[in-house]
């Protein structure tokens, strides 16, 4: 469904993801497992199309100079050059790190914005869906959603992202400052969406404990490298893992 | 006196809404200072006024026109100057002042200076309200006063661009993995902001005649109210709006008309010093308290 090929990143001269590649099934639930500055999120903002978006306005700021090498092919058609808009238009969404909502309008408003590329009925049926994955949301729709906690903007955010109906979801940190509980909760609303609604995701965190046992298969990211692969059970059992992530 | 003073207030404030909602718009969604704003008022007052007395169009279809062709000035300066400069907010500022400036002054080389630059109003009548006569023209920029922002407000809060305007507004970088194009919706806010000021400026100069010095003036206003209500926020440009008018108005009854100006300028440096974010600049205030 999804493959990166050999995909370069420099923010100025600074190597942000080097030479990393992937392949992603349709239907899978992909991990990319690494710590602070891995490159996680310059990944998901490479394969979501963020990057060329920040690229241009880089460039007209006169700010920094970001190049990208590599190829990102979605359903085998080259997508590399694809600004973001086009890229959401053909199925692949990312929600974005450290829960992003519109915080000056309600959760349900919330919706409406996520939903600019959706007929009324389509939104409001996924808003049902996101309602029953996420049940505190129904009852906090009409507040605003900067006075959410942080788990709950992070279940709106996820909702927001279902809503443009995703083909590629791409997550990125949904785990970030959530309690266990809460993480399990995100968690097992990811696996339901992957298994009723069919959509592959792509997920990035760096709490690895919750998140191997849920992935098919993930992608050990360190300093933009890749290190490790394998199935989520493979990395479960593997030492260096076991090291670096569960501490033990 | 009284019930005069509080009609006109409420006028004053109706015609301060007006000039600056189209400012507090394009500065709200794209964050490019329009200060080019002025000169859109004014081209687009000229517009009509040429049209009328140059191609003898009829005046309702001139306006028409007039306001569309500023719409289209809007996204065209968008398109061919702010994007490539867009971040740089000092750039942004320079250019679009310059834009502005050249406008203006234009206009005055050409010789458009002068009481025959008027436009006719809508409806010439004019009624006994308590004391106080008042003209149709003057009750009738309340009643567009009104209606704008009601229908700005339903924009806004129930149509999919809207929306996106407001999404846009804040956070954009979010609304991107939406599928908005930043680009397309900056230069419609920047285009609507342009169309807002001919709005404005159709109905308001009607009052008064045309002249290059009308664009700074206008300018001037639409900032010191925008900044009174917190850049950006809807409910502070009528609130700031609903605050200057009467202070205005009511120095100009009670104390003396050469210190108007004064008041709002008074006024504007008051809320920099005690907020200076405004009295609505509640988008700073929210991110603080998260």
């Given at each position: 469904m999804l493959e990166a090929e050999n995909l370069m990143v420099f923010f100025e001269n600074a190597l942000a993801l080097n030479g990393f590649s992937m392949q992603v099934k349709p239907g899978e639930i992909i991990g990319v497992i690494g710590s602070n500055s891995a490159g996680k999120?310059?990944?998901?903002?490479?394969?979501?199309?963020?990057i060329i978006d920040m690229r241009i306005k880089e460039k007209r700021k006169g700010g920094e100079r970001i190049t990208v090498y590599g190829r990102v092919l979605y359903k085998g058609k080259d997508i590399s050059d694809c600004p973001p808009d086009q890229r959401v238009k053909m199925g692949i969404v990312l929600s974005r790190e450290r829960h992003p909502?519109?915080?000056?309008?309600?959760?349900?408003?919330?919706?409406?914005?996520?939903?600019?590329?959706?007929?009324?009925?389509?939104?409001?049926?996924?808003?049902?869906?996101?309602?029953?994955?996420?049940?505190?949301?129904?009852?906090?729709?009409?507040?605003?959603?900067g006075f959410l906690s942080g788990g709950e903007q992070q279940m709106l955010a996820i909702g927001m992202a279902l809503v443009v109906k995703p083909e590629l979801l791409l997550l990125d940190e949904p785990l970030l400052g959530l309690s266990p509980l809460m993480q399990k909760a995100v968690m097992d609303a990811i696996l339901d969406l992957n298994k009723t609604e069919g959509i592959t995701v792509i997920l990035s965190e760096q709490f690895a404990r919750p998140v191997l046992p849920v992935i098919n298969r993930g992608y050990v990211v360190e300093n933009g490298m890749l290190t490790l692969t394998g199935t989520g059970k493979e990395l479960m059992n593997n030492p260096e893992i076991k090291a670096a992530y569960f501490g033990v | 006196m009284l019930t005069g003073t509080i009609l006109y207030a409420i006028i004053n404030s109706a015609i301060l809404a007006l000039t600056a909602i189209g400012f507090n718009l394009t500065f709200g969604i794209s964050g490019v200072a329009n200060f080019a704003?002025?000169?859109?008022?004014?081209?687009?007052?000229?517009?009509?006024?040429?049209?009328?007395?140059?191609?003898?169009?009829?005046?309702?279809?001139?306006?028409?026109?007039?306001?569309?062709?500023?719409?289209?000035?809007?996204?065209?300066?968008?398109?061919?100057?702010?994007?490539?400069?867009?971040?740089?907010?000092?750039?942004?500022?320079?250019?679009?002042?310059?834009?502005?400036?050249?406008?203006?002054?234009?206009?005055?080389?050409f010789g458009f200076v002068g009481f025959e630059y008027t436009l006719p109003v809508f409806v010439d009548k004019s009624f006994l309200i308590g004391d106080a006569y008042v003209d149709a023209q003057r009750l009738l920029i309340v009643a567009f006063a009104v209606v704008l922002i009601i229908a700005l407000w339903l924009f806004t809060h129930y149509t999919h661009l809207g929306l996106a305007f407001r999404g846009i507004a804040q956070d954009e970088r979010t609304?991107?993995?939406?599928?908005?194009?930043?680009?397309?919706?900056?230069?419609?806010?920047?285009?609507?902001?342009?169309?807002?000021?001919?709005?404005?400026a159709t109905v308001i100069v009607p009052l008064g005649s045309i002249s290059p010095e009308e664009g700074y003036d206008v300018l001037i206003k639409a900032l010191a109210v925008c900044i009174i209500g917190g850049l950006g926020s809807s409910g502070g440009v009528i609130i700031a709006s609903v605050v200057i008018g009467f202070a205005e108005r009511f120095t100009d009854s009670y104390i003396g008309s050469h210190w108007t100006m004064i008041v709002s300028l008074a006024a504007l440096l008051l809320v920099l010093v005690i907020k200076p974010s405004g009295i609505f600049g509640k988008q700073k205030e929210l991110e603080e308290r998260i």
């Open positions: 999120t310059t990944l998901m903002n490479t394969l979501s199309g963020l909502i519109f915080p000056e309008s309600s959760v349900a408003e919330n919706f409406l914005i996520a939903g600019y590329l959706r007929k009324r009925h389509e939104i409001i049926q996924v808003k049902k869906y996101v309602y029953s994955l996420f049940p505190t949301l129904e009852s906090l729709r009409k507040r605003k959603a | 704003y002025g000169a859109f008022y004014v081209m687009a007052a000229y517009g009509v006024w040429m049209l009328i007395h140059m191609a003898h169009l009829p005046y309702p279809l001139a306006v028409l026109i007039s306001i569309s062709l500023t719409t289209l000035a809007g996204a065209l300066m968008y398109r061919f100057v702010i994007i490539r400069i867009k971040g740089q907010t000092l750039s942004e500022v320079i250019a679009t002042f310059g834009i502005g400036l050249s406008v203006l002054e234009l206009f005055r080389y609304s991107l993995t939406f599928g908005m194009d930043p680009d397309r919706i900056a230069r419609m806010a920047v285009s609507f902001g342009a169309g807002l000021a001919a709005i404005a």
